[in-house]
């Protein structure tokens, strides 16, 4: 079966400081893996994801991401936080040969101090 | 934005009574799902369509029936709603590479349901 686990609940950088927010996964087939973002009362947006191709994985707003096999790992990084980077984020696993099902970590909510 | 909407967008009800929440999308995409959002656990899949007429269980199906009657339409019901199904629910939609799906998952607004 497959799992994913974010590692902290809670993330507080401050303003122009780095971003790591880490994903681990558990999966028995080659996986896809999404990382997706939720701002307060609204539905998730999709950041960036990885389907086998490229193991670093650029997304949206500064975001990358990169695959790394043998730790089981898709950590989400930022060089420099902004403000309205402030949010929820949560890490997918899809098995997609199973209808695409998404298996989601419990989430990171992000803060960001001035 | 895809084309994904959901209705109610807010509901609070009485333990007992029948709920049904509906999305909506413009996409003509073969793959729905519903999801629940709650503190600590992330989303967790509750059902989920791979065609008009044709679904399955995800994890947390206990107490949640579907229904898929037109591509564009998937609806969710309680049949006899409990506290323990307060939650934000979530519709998403994704399109298909040949027979299985392998593209983004894209998501409603979401439905606030409180069961008192």
């Known amino acids: 079966a497959q799992s994913v686990t974010q590692l902290g609940s809670h993330v507080s950088v401050s303003e122009g400081a780095l971003v790591l927010l880490r994903c681990n996964y558990s999966?028995?087939?080659?996986?896809?893996l999404f990382w997706y973002v939720q701002y307060p009362n609204q539905g998730l947006q999709l950041l960036l994801k990885?389907?086998?191709?490229?193991?670093l994985v650029k997304g949206i707003n500064g975001f990358e991401a990169e695959f790394k096999k043998s730790e089981t790992s898709f950590h989400l990084t930022k060089p420099s936080a902004h403000m309205s980077d402030a949010a929820e984020y949560f890490c997918?696993?899809?098995?997609?040969?199973?209808?695409?099902?998404?298996?989601f970590g419990q989430g990171t909510e992000l803060s960001v101090k001035p | 934005d895809a084309g994904i909407t959901q209705s109610p967008r807010h509901k609070v009800t009485e333990t007992g009574t029948p709920v049904t929440l509906r999305c909506h999308q413009t996409?003509?995409?073969?793959?729905m799902y519903w999801y629940r959002q709650d503190p600590g656990h992330g989303l967790r899949l509750i059902h989920y369509?791979?065609?008009?007429?044709?679904?399955d269980k995800g994890e947390v199906s206990d107490g949640y029936s579907v229904s898929r009657s037109k591509t564009e339409d998937f609806l969710l019901t309680l049949e006899s709603a409990t506290s323990s199904q307060t939650s934000v629910y979530f519709c998403?939609?994704?399109?298909?590479?040949?027979?299985?799906?392998?593209?983004?998952?894209?998501f409603g607004p979401g439905t606030r349901l409180t069961v008192l």
């Open positions: 997918a696993v899809s098995d997609h040969n199973q209808g695409g099902k998404l298996i």
């Open positions: 369509s791979y065609g008009v007429k044709d679904t």
């Open positions: 990885y389907t086998s191709a490229a193991t």
């Open positions: 998403a939609i994704t399109g298909t590479s040949g027979v299985v799906s392998t593209d983004t998952q894209y």
């Open positions: 999966s028995s087939v080659p996986p896809y």
């Open positions: 996409e003509n995409h073969r793959y």
